[in-house]
């Protein structure tokens, strides 16, 4: 029951913006963003953890619709160093605590 | 900064041979996990561990156990590697916050 991540792969021009989601077939109690370049471990961004929540991490933002069981990162005047694959992990309800389950990812390229 | 190590960074087995792969963090977290990554399924949660000797299953455990000895280490073991195991191994510690923090990976190849 991994949640699906769309789209699985984006292109960009520097400075242009990007919207990735994450959407499970399970009702949410958390919802984590990660990158990770290439060659490197994954690096925590953000938790969103309350339906409706939005957090800002210098550009890069995210919204959590508990309802509707999904999350989005937007990516705002996206730089070179967004370059990466971004992965969505999410806490269920009734499951084990502290337990995430990464989605499959989103490779995210920016170009000059 | 919050440190986490993993003892190789590249290792090369035989099948039938018996892997360890251990996983250190400094930072006095209870809960540490074990992911592999593979290209196209994303990070899949093998063992996970609330304490000393606590252990619970992930969603891929076939074939792994794990030991938890010590606080800060955590081992994840391949009894009679085969070649399916052929992956990136990926350890982490959390926060009690919700952070993770992950190990450099381990990328395992069994011939």
């Known amino acids: 029951q991994q949640p699906v991540q769309s789209p699985q792969a984006v292109i960009l021009r520097e400075g242009e913006d990007a919207v990735i989601n994450c959407s499970s077939s399970k009702a949410l109690y958390s919802v984590h963003w990660y990158r990770q370049k290439h060659g490197e471990a994954p690096v925590f961004l953000m938790i969103?953890?309350?339906?409706?929540e939005q957090k800002g991490h210098d550009k890069i933002s995210a919204s959590f619709n508990e309802k509707k069981q999904q999350s989005s990162l937007y990516l705002t005047a996206s730089q070179l160093s967004y370059s990466g694959t971004y992965f969505c992990g999410t806490e269920n309800y009734g499951g084990a605590t502290n337990k995430l389950i990464f989605g499959t990812g989103t490779l995210l390229a920016v170009q000059p | 900064d919050v440190k986490v190590t993993q003892s190789s960074r590249y290792l090369v087995k035989r099948t039938g041979e018996k892997v360890f792969l251990e996983c250190v963090q400094d930072m006095d977290h209870e809960n540490m996990f074990w992911y592999r990554q593979d290209p196209g399924l994303g990070l899949r949660l093998i063992y996970f561990s609330y304490d000393v000797k606590m252990k619970e299953k992930g969603d891929i455990p076939e074939g792994y156990s794990v030991s938890r000895e010590k606080k800060e280490r955590f081992s994840l073991i391949l009894e009679s590697a085969s070649t399916n195991q052929t992956s990136m191994y990926l350890c982490?510690?959390?926060?009690?916050?919700?952070?993770?923090?992950f190990g450099p990976g381990t990328r395992l190849t069994v011939l």
């Open positions: 982490a510690s959390r926060n009690q916050m919700g952070t993770q923090y």
């Open positions: 969103l953890l309350k339906g409706g």
